[in-house]
């Protein structure tokens, strides 16, 4: 919702700011609203950032992240201002009340696929044992994933 580009700018500041440095990010691409599909399409945007966060450590700062740029959950996959998920944590498998990583839903959605590989496309699930190619290749999601040409 919003100014979507200006949205994903801002999290990046507050990551750098709250949670680590930014290594890499990807470009930012756009899709079509995955889930609840009666809404403005989505830009997403992969970022690689090092932090002496533990994992419930990070993903707390992340929805404060969300909090702090007027995130509201009223609506399953509604429309929101941004988004933060956590997709690898190092090499660690964990499932808590907090969060799952690897991310449970990754291998299904080539939002999220594609700009990672931009990022990490070599980078080997920890329990597929596949990299981040391979997924997006094996990838069943038809939505199309396009790459925003003015970041």
């Known amino acids: 919702m919003g100014d979507r580009m200006a949205n994903l ?20 691409y756009e899709t079509e609203a995955w889930g609840q599909t009666n809404q403005p399409n989505f830009f997403n945007q992969a ?5 002496q966060l533990a ?6 700062k992340l929805l404060e ?8 959950r009223t609506v399953k996959m509604g429309p929101r201002t941004i988004d933060l998920d956590i997709i690898y944590f190092n ?37 597929l044992n596949k990299s981040n190619t391979h997924l997006l290749k094996d990838c069943g999601d038809s939505l199309a994933v396009y790459k925003k040409t003015n970041n």
């Open 9 to 28: 700018k801002d999290a990046i500041n507050y990551i750098e700011l709250q949670v680590g440095n930014v290594q890499l990010l990807s470009s930012v």
């Open 47 to 51: 970022l690689l950032v090092h932090t």
């Open 55 to 60: 994992s419930n450590e990070l993903m707390k």
């Open 65 to 72: 992240i969300e909090n702090l740029m007027g995130r509201v």
């Open 91 to 127: 090499n660690e498998v964990i499932t808590s009340s907090l969060i799952s990583i690897p991310h449970p839903k990754l291998t299904e959605r080539k939002f999220v696929l594609t700009p990672l590989v931009e990022i990490a496309p070599n980078y080997i699930h920890p329990i």
